[in-house]
């Protein structure tokens, strides 16, 4: 832990006393520069950004001269992905970035756990259209990404179709699957429905392997490159043709995300899950846990 001095907001931003934050899988690709086209966005030899930390929930300390839309002690939470810096006490961030207001009732460790994971499957979602009666196969749905995939889906009306571990079984129920496939025992790839969307939310699958799972017009989505850096080139030429295509759509974030999720949570259509907490001074543990590759949902650090 070191200590620097608090952050001075320009006259566009506000400065956020952090009350929560995440170490989630793109603060870890980040800090590893893994895979390598990440060091083109986040530094060549080491990350841009000193201070990691991109989701966040905390209170409004300070406001920039030009600020209208947050006052001192709005409690806010949001995604400061590029600039990064929440983890630690205070953050500043654009008065029209990737934040709103908590959801009523939310807890910190929820708000900030609402909008790293889940943007990646709100971006996956919105792109392949998912909508009411679709038939939707989750991969990898006790992650970050999987987890908000199996509820987003579900708020939609699709038929979600979860693959977990069997310790996992009654969580992913829980989150809304209508059934779930053990992958301990069985190999979903070889499941005998088929469906509009599958979802690989843990990057462990391909289009080849999944082909089969794919209604003839279905739809292939993965949270990782593939293999051999292969399902952005398959996102390109797939669509040339009719029949099973691979999609790979690049996740936005700005306030119309935050508050979408913001609306979710108070409508209890999502609910962030939360494997561990953290305080901030334990935080090298929390990434070691992290980089398994084996949390479930989200691990919070608690700054305040
Ligand atoms: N480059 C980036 O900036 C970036 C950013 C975000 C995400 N991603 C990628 O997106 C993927 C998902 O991210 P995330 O944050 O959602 O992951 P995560 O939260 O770390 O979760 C991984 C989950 O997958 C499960 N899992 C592990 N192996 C599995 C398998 N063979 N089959 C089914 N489930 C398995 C794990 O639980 P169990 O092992 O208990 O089943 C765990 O719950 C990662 O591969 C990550 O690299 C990349």
Redesign the pocket.
């Known amino acids: 832990m070191i200590e620097l001095d608090t952050p001075t907001p320009k006259a566009n931003e506000v400065l956020v006393k952090v009350n929560a934050t995440t170490v ?3 603060d870890c ?2 800090r590893a520069g893994k ?1 390598f086209i ?1 060091r083109f966005f986040s530094g060549l030899v080491r990350p841009k950004a000193t201070i990691l930390g991109n989701e966040f929930a905390g209170a409004v300390a300070e406001v920039g001269a030009d600020v209208t839309s947050f006052g001192v002690g709005d409690r806010v939470f949001g995604y400061n992905e590029g600039a990064f810096g929440a983890h630690a006490e205070y953050m500043t961030i654009a008065e029209d970035g990737a934040l709103a207001t908590m959801p009523a009732h939310a807890t910190f460790a929820e708000a900030a756990a609402a909008t ?2 889940s943007h ?1 499957a709100l971006s996956f979602i919105r792109r392949a259209k998912i909508a009411s009666g679709h038939d939707v196969l989750v ?8 987890s908000a995939a199996v509820q987003l889906a579900k708020s939609t009306g699709a038929n979600v179709t979860a ?3 069997t ?2 079984i009654d969580l992913v129920k829980g989150l809304g699957a209508d059934r779930v496939i053990d ?1 301990t025992t069985q190999d979903f790839t070889q499941d005998r429905q088929t469906y509009d969307v599958v979802l690989d ?4 699958s391909s289009f080849s392997r999944c082909k089969r799972l794919l209604k003839p017009s279905g739809i292939y989505l993965s ?2 490159l593939g293999p051999l850096s292969q399902n952005p080139i398959l996102a390109l030429v797939t669509p040339l043709r009719r029949g099973k295509k691979v999609m790979f759509p690049i996740p936005r974030h700005d306030q119309a995300m935050v508050r979408y999720f913001k609306q979710l949570i108070e409508s209890g259509e999502f609910k962030p899950v939360i494997d561990r907490l953290y305080p901030l001074d334990e935080i090298v543990e929390a990434y070691r846990y ?1 980089e398994t ?6 691990v919070v650090i608690s700054v305040a």
């Open positions: 989630n899988r793109t690709g980040v895979p990440v790293e994971g990646y991969y990898g749905a006790t992650g970050a990404i999987g693959v977990c571990a310790d996992h992958y939310a843990v990057g462990k949270s990782d992290v590759g084996q949390k479930i949902g989200n």
